[in-house]
């Protein structure tokens, strides 16, 4: 049976991201194992340019068993990048980190490889069980017709809707203060606030159940 390990917002935080990588690593014991990452690597922590290089080499390594999602704040880069939004508004919501952690001046100067990773991000997974986005669906739309922007920003009326979406949401995007994972009837939220001083958090699943086994933490 594999294991899905669905981890939240990073943040260019590398240490965080290596010891919880360890600790799913010592949890699978061996098993099959799938990777989730739901966006946001880049901004406001110091080592964007380590965490994508660590993305980067764990999919060299297993292949289709890394999936990683397109968060607002890696859209936010690619805009600047192709001269679609100003640079203003990215630097001032952590984009000045991430350029630092490329030693670098200005967008283009980001390396290419990663330039071209961030491009090829998905939007979302699909599982069978669970729907695996950045920040959430806008209900009342079908799942195969969301917006690529409600499923990068969304928060409400996401967060306060109750109905069942035929799968768990699975997302990040809206930092949860308490540093704990929020599992409620039709979502889970995984963003537990790391780059404010949280943990980094996966949550762990099966392929018999839609609910998650439990979770992990680094701080």
């Known amino acids: 049976m594999t294991l899905t390990y669905a981890i939240g917002d990073i943040h260019g935080l590398l240490d965080k991201l290596r010891r919880l990588l360890t600790?799913?690593?010592e949890h699978a014991a061996g098993r099959p194992t799938k990777l989730?990452?739901?966006g946001d690597y880049?901004?406001?922590?110091?080592?964007s340019c380590g965490v994508i290089d660590c993305l980067l080499a764990l999919r060299s390594r297993h292949g289709d068993d890394v999936i990683t999602l397109m968060g607002n704040h890696e859209d936010m880069a690619l805009s600047v990048i192709d001269g679609t939004s100003p640079a203003g508004s990215w630097l001032g919501?952590?984009?000045?980190?991430?350029?630092?952690?490329?030693?670098?001046?200005?967008?283009?100067?980001?390396?290419p490889d990663h330039i071209d990773w961030l491009r090829a991000l998905r939007l979302s997974y699909d599982d069978g069980r669970r729907l695996f986005v950045h920040a959430g669906v806008k209900p009342g739309v079908p799942?195969?017709?969301q917006?690529?922007?409600?499923?990068?920003w969304i928060r409400e009326p996401f967060l306060s809707d109750r109905r069942d979406y035929g799968r768990l949401i699975v997302h990040?995007?809206?930092?949860?203060?308490?540093?704990?994972?929020?599992?409620?009837?039709?979502?889970?939220?995984l963003d537990t606030a790391a780059v404010y001083g949280g943990p980094l958090t996966a949550a762990v699943f099966d392929d018999a159940r839609i609910e998650p086994l439990g979770f992990l933490q680094a701080r």
């Open 23 to 25: 600790r799913c690593r």
């Open 36 to 38: 989730v990452f739901l």
């Open 42 to 47: 880049i901004d406001r922590g110091p080592e």
């Open 93 to 111: 919501q952590g984009g000045a980190a991430t350029l630092d952690s490329y030693g670098a001046v200005q967008p283009d100067q980001i390396l």
């Open 143 to 145: 799942l195969d017709a």
């Open 147 to 152: 917006n690529p922007n409600d499923l990068l």
């Open 172 to 189: 990040g995007h809206t930092p949860l203060e308490n540093g704990l994972p929020e599992l409620r009837g039709n979502r889970l939220n």
